[in-house]
């Protein structure tokens, strides 16, 4: 037998695959999907097998496999031609797009052995390779046997196992006993999940979670507060013959949404509503016919913020449901566990974010995008592929429907949909959002925080209610400025503008993330220096001025670091233990009844950033937070923009018509496509390549070209690119580079730039 191989060695010609043969004691593992070790050059590298023969029409002498790293794993047919489509796109090496097909894990170093299943019927001459042991290295010297061991595997008599030295610890369950009687003073809710685990005297926390419908946060601050103690213990699995989920009340018009649904297939869905509760309820329903038809829901949430809702809503309202989550939060031991479920297609519903879009589920009835238009889908490693492309494909090989949700929605969503691409759902109900725009220019003093704001911050905090304040930055001040000669200090590496983070007293250039060891002004070489602008750190700090007793809670990447924090924020919402929510752009996800008032810092900084689409960002996020039922506070100094005016009177449709323009009169997408080229190297080379490409790629591709423009974070230059032919252009990136491949440049191709 003969297999074909692509090797994973960054060359040019790597995307070809080699034929290499199959040794006899190999034969029955090596699969199509298969990762193996082969001889390269000198080198022994990791290889994917994407075909076997029994004959081959290579008449040179063929090097052999030399190992199988994965015994029960490989790839299907979907993940390989998946990745052909993602290294295609992208423009990256097939290996890089086969790797995304596998968690990081299985990339670790293994270890295999031979187990023992059923010893009495074990054939003799196998079990003389155990002696007195029921599992064994699998070696060299036991494969030479692989006839016969491949016969006991057919039989169930044994097993081939694969230990991660990382992962592949049972995964434990906590089982919860009550430690005190004396609980009578507490909250209602901590008192529920006190005495039905004193009814119980035992209980898990699925059970407590089940019943009582708390929060895993309350759970743990139980054990915190001496009130519960547990065990941990490797749970025995008993099926529930009981499968049930909550049956959620449609009126009219959700029903027949619901239908339409069901009804229709062959596109994407496109499933617009401000109704947080509605779109729970309906994904709920959704996902429960989707399995009781046999098939597997994938559900990808762009932030753990939503991640935590969308889990918290499915895990409370079903029981008996096979119900997985992936992030980034699970311990390695949960990862491993949920993942061996998964793999083993013992799973009905999945929920994971941007990097679980590749998980094997091989019987997808439905796939959801949530917030689709949410910036945090855009994948910042190599290869920089797209979710929605990806779930699009996956949508199609599996014949899965697939409802993008959005409560925001995109200028290309809406045109896909004005084009027959998509199937469009709307549920939108009209609030009394009561909106007031501050306008700072007129405010005296204190420019971050309005006097109107001040004012309602004093009165939600004086009725118990709580407040949400949103502002993109995360350091104190945004401005550094040399106190001696007024120079604006730059990143030394990449010339953007440095931050400076007052609780750690430190500078640091938020394009980069470099922390300079020691800031001297490159003017004139003094070291003290004035902070303008404001972040978080400054808004926090004015806030327990003005509120010393206020209860203010921050959410960014940085505070949020920890396992059950976004579980710990919806909990203490719940139970009235915050005052005061602070955050970046990403808080506009969040949705809580509690929340009274929203104020947005300063609004109009979103339509400064060097993006085509911040008339859309800032469109999203004013109709984001207008999902609540709470007075809305926005400041900023330039007020009058279009987008601002038709978020504020909830009318998509004339901001739809005035952005499309603005995309047509400027060639952006959806009218063309914008690509991003990156090429590093020799300061002159670097130009060069840039140029001539610019020259050659007018010409042929009848597009725009913007650039060349020098970037000291990549020591290079940057070309943007508009288009309507990307096989041309990937043809014409292929003949360049080779055209260069003597001045050894790094060329960085970007289909989907964010």
């Known amino acids: 037998m003969f297999a074909k191989v692509v090797v994973d060695v960054p060359s040019s010609n790597t995307d070809d695959t080699f034929t290499y043969s199959v040794p006899e004691q190999l034969a029955a593992f090596v699969r199509v999907g298969s990762r193996v070790y082969v001889e390269f050059g000198f080198q022994r590298v990791l290889g994917y097998v994407l075909a076997l023969e029994e004959e081959t029409d290579f008449s040179g002498s063929l090097k052999p496999i030399l190992d199988v790293i994965d015994f029960e794993e490989r790839l299907a047919p979907e993940q390989i031609e998946l990745a052909k489509k993602i290294a295609a796109d992208t423009k990256t090496y097939l290996t890089s797009a086969l790797a995304l097909m596998y968690p990081s894990f299985l990339k670790s170093k293994v ?204 895990r409370k309202n079903t029981r008996g449901y096979r119900l997985f989550a992936f992030s980034s939060k699970l311990s390695n031991s949960e990862y491993y566990h949920n993942y061996a479920n998964v793999r083993n297609q013992n799973a009905d519903i999945v929920i994971g974010m941007k990097s679980h879009v590749f998980l094997p589920l091989n019987r997808l009835g439905l796939i959801v995008m949530l917030d689709e238009e949410d910036p945090n889908y855009h994948v910042e490693q190599t290869p920089k592929y797209s979710v929605l492309e990806v779930l699009k494909f996956r949508s199609g090989w599996q014949q899965a429907k697939l409802l993008l949700t959005s409560s925001a929605l995109r200028v290309e969503s809406y045109y896909n949909y004005y084009f027959a691409r998509y199937f469009y759902l709307e549920y939108v109900i009209p609030r009394e959002v009561r909106t007031r725009l501050v306008n700072m220019r007129r405010e005296a003093g204190d420019l971050l925080l309005s006097e109107a704001l001040r004012r309602s911050l004093r009165e939600k905090l004086g009725a118990g209610e709580v407040s949400l304040l949103i502002l993109n930055n995360l350091s104190y001040s945004t401005d550094v400025i040399c106190e001696h000669c007024g120079h604006f200090q730059k990143c030394p590496l990449c010339r953007a503008g440095l931050v400076y983070h007052k609780q750690k007293n430190t500078y640091r250039c938020p394009s980069c993330n470099q922390e300079p060891a020691r800031v001297v002004c490159e003017n004139c070489g003094k070291s003290k220096f004035k902070h303008f602008g404001f972040g978080l750190e400054r808004l926090k700090e004015r806030l327990r001025e003005l509120f010393p007793a206020a209860r203010i809670t921050q959410v960014d990447s940085e505070s949020m670091q920890e396992k059950d924090a976004y579980e710990d924020l919806f909990s203490r919402l719940e139970e009235n233990e915050i005052d005061i929510v602070i955050g970046t752009n990403q808080l506009a996800g969040l949705y809580h009844r509690n929340i009274k008032l929203i104020g947005i810092i300063s609004l109009d900084s979103i339509l400064n950033r060097n993006d085509y689409r911040s008339s859309e960002i800032l469109f999203g996020l004013i109709s984001k937070i207008s999902r609540h039922e709470a007075e809305v506070i926005l400041q900023g100094y330039n007020l009058n923009h279009p987008a601002i005016r038709f978020a504020l009177e909830n009318d998509f449709e004339s901001f739809y018509e005035y952005e499309i323009e603005n995309r047509k009169n400027f060639n952006y997408p959806p009218f063309a496509e914008f690509n991003k080229l990156e090429i590093s190297g020799e300061y002159r080379d670097v130009y060069y390549y840039a140029n001539y490409f610019k020259k050659i790629g007018a010409r042929l591709l009848k597009g725009e070209f913007l650039g060349p423009v020098y970037d000291g974070k990549i020591k290079g230059v940057r070309l943007l690119i508009k288009h309507q032919n990307f096989e041309r252009l990937s043809k014409l990136l292929d003949e360049v580079n080779k055209k260069f491949a003597p001045k050894k440049l790094l060329v960085n191709f970007e289909r989907y730039p964010n």
Request: contains cysteine.
């Open 111 to 314: 270890r295999k052995f031979l187990q023992i299943l059923d010893a009495p019927a074990l054939d003799q001459e196998v079990a003389s390779l155990f002696g007195n042991q029921k599992r064994i290295p699998l070696t060299g010297e036991v494969l030479k046997k692989y006839e016969l061991v491949k016969r006991e595997i057919e039989k169930g008599n044994l097993e081939i196992t694969t230990q991660f030295y990382r992962y592949g610890k049972n995964k434990t369950e906590k089982y919860y006993r009550l430690k005190r009687n004396d609980y009578g003073h507490l909250s209602p809710k901590r008192c529920d999940v006190l005495d039905f685990v004193k009814a119980r005297g035992e209980a898990t926390l699925d059970e407590i979670l089940e019943n009582t419908g708390s929060s895993d946060y309350l759970v743990g601050r139980l054990v915190k507060d001496d009130y519960l103690l547990f065990d941990e213990r490797v749970p025995l699995y008993t099926p529930l013959e009981e499968i049930r989920a909550m049956q959620a009340e449609f009126n009219f018009e959700q029903q027949q949404l619901k239908e339409k649904f069901s009804k229709l297939s062959g596109k994407p869905f496109l499933l617009h509503t401000n109704d947080e509760e509605f779109k729970l309820d309906f994904l709920l329903a959704l996902a429960v016919e989707t399995v009781s038809q046999g098939k597997q829901v994938l559900i990808v949430a762009p932030t753990l913020l939503v991640h935590a809702r969308i889990w918290e809503h499915f």
